[in-house]
């Protein structure tokens, strides 16, 4: 991936969580600043632009650390 794009916004379904640690390490290792999107149990499209734009908002940074005590809760 070459792009420009420094920060990006990934979020998946919680059945896919597996999938989303795979692509935040590969974007992280390309040197992307990586938020990993928590819907809670919820389907982005059923919580509304707004509510939705809200968790975005809110949701920090996943840096290598945090994304390896992810990888072992699992």
Known sequence: ?????????????????????KHCDTLISMGK??????TQE???SEMGF???LEVIRK??????EKLLKLKLSL
Do not use: G, H
């Open 42 to 44: 919820k389907d982005a």
């Open 33 to 38: 600043k990586v938020y990993l999107v928590s």
């Open 59 to 64: 949701t920090e940074e996943l840096t290598p």
């Open 1 to 21: 991936i070459d792009s420009r794009v420094r920060k990006v916004y990934i979020a998946l379904d919680n059945d896919a969580i597996k999938m989303a640690l």
């Open 50 to 52: 707004e509510s939705f």
